[in-house]
T-cell receptor, first 115, second 112 residues
Framework: NAGVTQTPKFQVLKTGQSMTLQCAQDMNHEYMSWYRQDPGMGLRLIHY???????DQGEVPNGYNVSRSTTEDFPLRLLSAAPSQTSVYFC??????????????FGEGSRLTVL | DAKTTQPNSMESNEEEPVHLPCNHSTISGTDYIHWYRQLPSQGPEYVIHGLTSNVNNRMASLAIAEDRKSSTLILHRATLRDAAVYYC?????????????FGSGTQLTVLP
């Protein structure tokens, strides 16, 4: 099983450029979410989705957009990249808590540098 | 929002047990207690979870206080590969962001 797949693994952008981080899962999970992790810090929730067509903001949503047109995919869009968005981004998915374990499965991360 | 509080760092000697505490005094009755760990340069991975009763799996044990306001992750024999950041989070049955919020975690250092 592929689990949660993130692309690209590394990306360098210039300030003002836009890009999309891709996230796909093959476990038919309802929940998907995006986190960012800055050096030496924990994970902060950017956006999350509880199912296709439903998204909501997390702790740090500014500067990011998401959509959930299918169960499998949850792309994260940076509209106009800023140096403050330099970070490692993790995508995660899970079944609803109470269905199996509700365990969160994480991707390997996408390291983004904005110059 | 239900939040968790963990010590910033802990140390353990190799092959000794480690007890990692987590306080969650505002936990609700439907919140599950989850533990994850993050090895260097990797995404977090699931360790264990529980609701009310103590739980054991091949990786660790989870001891939950009777009032559920705290829990302890127990690594029975720490190895160098257990050096990681350990996160305690609460997951409820409702689809809210609260259940997906990670704190700063505990950095576990294992000494040879």
């Amino acid at each position: 099983n592929a689990g949660v797949t993130q692309t690209p693994k590394f990306q360098v952008l210039k300030t003002g450029q836009s890009m999309t981080l891709q996230c796909a899962q093959d476990m038919n999970h309802e929940y998907m979410s995006w986190y960012r992790q800055d050096p030496g810090m924990g994970l902060r929730l950017i956006h999350y989705s509880v199912g296709a067509g439903i998204t909501d903001q997390g702790e740090v949503p500014n500067g990011y957009n998401v959509s959930r047109s299918t169960t499998e995919d949850f792309p994260l869009r940076l509209l106009s990249a800023a140096p403050s968005q330099t970070s490692v981004y993790f995508c995660a998915s899970s079944a609803k808590q109470g269905v199996n374990t509700g365990e969160l499965f994480f991707g390997e991360g996408s390291r983004l540098t904005v110059l | 929002d239900a939040k968790t509080t963990q010590p910033n760092s802990m140390e353990s000697n190799e092959e000794e047990p480690v007890h990692l505490p987590c306080n969650h005094s505002t936990i609700s009755g439907t919140d599950y207690i989850h533990w994850y760990r993050q090895l260097p340069s990797q995404g977090p991975e699931y360790v264990i979870h529980g609701l009310t009763s103590n739980v054991n799996n091949r990786m660790a044990s989870l001891a939950i206080a009777e009032d559920r306001k705290s829990s302890t992750l127990i690594l029975h024999r720490a190895t160098l590969r257990d050096a990681a950041v350990y996160y305690c989070i609460l997951r409820g049955s409702a689809g809210s962001a609260r259940q997906l919020t990670f704190g700063s975690g505990t950095q576990l250092t294992v000494l040879p």
